[in-house]
């Protein structure tokens, strides 16, 4: 089996939130699987030069844009035994940053497209070709409008992930010819709503639709998570799916993390999570009196639920939790909880950045991680905190849902709950503040945790199915 994975950011070269996870870890599962996965990426300025010296160019080729063409260098880099290629154009990718710009539809139409013209100067022709988001989904429009005809293209199949539907690569018409190349006879394919609509297109045209997590796949045919994509998802329904992420469990391992104060397994996991919380306590001048943790690190932004946080945020502190708060986004998040620190000096800590050293600190030293998201294609970080013995209190949604269950029968891995109201929250923070004063049966619940195995493994033998009945296909 033959698989392109196609995304727009992969760790460790460059990434800005979970779909750099998924595409640094989850080939590399797939390859020790059996599976021959290689992964194309955008040469962005961001990549550090150390990792940039170690590639090796093989050619340059030009690419359709509308009406022009441009330049694309191809370079690869093989990192821990997965082949990744690497699309070149200084004009699109020399910045600093990897979205945000003004011309981001122009950018990845150009390598929505690239990635196909690349197989023209490469050995490797894919069974799949897996397309991830809205910055590679004109990839299988392309494919489908002009290379099925020919020979290499004529039998790849193609799979494209929505990893988070509300970005959907929305632009206005008039980019569908002079930029993306797709004539009127055409447009309808990516037209959506008086929009050109990218995630449209490879919904319309991918062979198979994969989201992050079973419970978000239905979550997606409903109005209220749809984004407005719901009546086409519908009709679609038929090559829908649902496969839960995994996380890098050799990079989230609380034995070997060299970032924290102490390593620490289940045996040991009372006295190197004491050690980790103390330093974290430390770093955030919170009191050392006893007093569970309860952290969160985030995109401050609504749809993470941090409406309800606000809500109860005075109760939770009332109420003897301590809260950490790591994170940037919305000013109106980032400036109350920097209020809400200044006013609760010794119980609430707070730091507006994205430091992923700190986050590790974070994860080993609380005692509870809180995720209340109004919606959660799949999440990763409480499987993070699970890793680390860290207690999840989370909304049941999306992956959320697939990944912790409530521990009120003694058999669960963290504490849920279902209405999306802060009240409801509160009730589920104080359940869990009053099983953190149970020693026993806290000790019990993180050695259940820590128990918990999300690595890719299980995840990559689901997509490799999901591939092998693609291929089938005509």
Request: aromatic share 14%; hydrophobic share 40%.
């Given at each position: ?16 939130g ?16 059996g ?11 961001d ?6 010296n ?10 359709p844009?509308?009406?022009?063409n ?24 020399k ?26 100067y ?68 990516v037209?959506y ?22 419970s978000?796949?239905?979550?997606i045919?409903?109005?209220?998570f ?33 970032g924290?104060?102490q ?35 985030t ?13 109860v ?16 986004g919305?000013?109106?998040y980032e ?21 992923p ?31 680390y ?28 709950f279902?209405?999306y109201?802060?009240h ?16 026993k ?7 259940r ?26």
């Amino acid at each position: 089996m033959k698989v392109l994975y196609c995304a727009s950011e992969a760790k460790p070269f460059a990434a800005s939130g979970g779909l750099g996870d998924v595409a640094g870890s989850l080939p590399l599962s797939l390859v020790k699987s059996g599976v021959d996965c290689r992964v194309v990426m955008p040469l962005y300025a961001d990549i550090k030069e150390e990792l940039r010296n170690e590639f090796t160019y093989l050619t340059n080729f030009t690419v359709p844009v509308g009406w022009r063409n441009q330049y694309c260098g191809l370079f690869e880099y093989e990192y821990k035994g997965v082949k990744f290629y690497f699309l070149d154009n200084e004009y699109y990718f020399k910045r600093s940053g990897l979205y945000g710009f003004y011309d981001d539809g122009e950018r990845f139409a150009f390598f929505s497209r690239a990635i196909l013209e690349m197989l023209f100067y490469t050995e490797f022709t894919p069974d799949v070709i897996h397309t991830n988001d809205w910055q590679t989904a004109l990839t299988p429009v392309y494919l489908n409008l002009y290379y099925r005809h020919l020979e290499k293209f004529s039998a790849i199949k193609t799979v494209f992930t929505i990893h988070n539907i509300q970005y959907q690569g929305k632009y206005g018409l008039e980019i569908l010819e002079d930029t993306c190349g797709i004539g009127a006879r055409d447009a309808h394919i990516v037209e959506y709503d008086g929009c050109t609509n990218f995630m449209k297109g490879a919904i319309e045209t991918a062979d198979r639709i994969s989201t992050v997590s079973p419970s978000y796949a239905g979550e997606i045919l409903d109005p209220w998570f749809s984004h407005g994509l719901d009546d086409l998802l519908r009709q679609k329904q038929y090559k829908l799916c649902g496969i839960l992420n995994g996380i890098d469990v050799d990079s989230y391992n609380p034995e070997t993390d060299k970032g924290i104060a102490q390593n620490f397994n289940a045996k040991t996991v009372e006295k190197g999570k004491a050690a980790c919380k103390k330093e974290l306590q430390e770093i955030f001048g919170l009191e050392q009196d006893g007093s569970p943790v309860m952290a969160m690190v985030t995109r401050l932004v609504a749809h993470k639920g941090l409406d309800l946080v606000r809500a109860v945020a005075e109760n939770i502190i009332a109420e003897g939790i301590q809260l950490v708060i790591l994170g940037t986004g919305e000013y109106a998040y980032e400036s109350f909880f920097s209020e809400l620190a200044a006013h609760h000096p010794g119980r609430c800590g707070v730091r507006i950045a994205f430091v992923p050293a700190l986050a590790s600190k974070i994860y080993a030293g609380s005692d509870i991680f809180l995720m209340p998201s109004k919606s959660e294609p799949c999440g990763l970080a409480q499987m993070i905190s699970l890793r680390y013995g860290t207690i999840p209190v989370v909304r049941e949604t999306g992956g959320l849902r697939d990944s912790i269950t409530d521990s009120g029968d003694g058999e669960g891995n963290g504490f849920t709950f279902k209405s999306y109201n802060a009240h409801d929250m509160m009730h589920a923070c104080w359940r869990a503040k009053e099983g953190y004063y149970n020693h026993k049966g806290w000790l019990q619940l993180v050695k259940r945790a820590m128990a918990c195995d999300f690595s890719w493994k299980a995840s990559a033998a689901k997509h490799i199915e999901m591939y092998e009945q693609v291929s089938s296909l005509w």
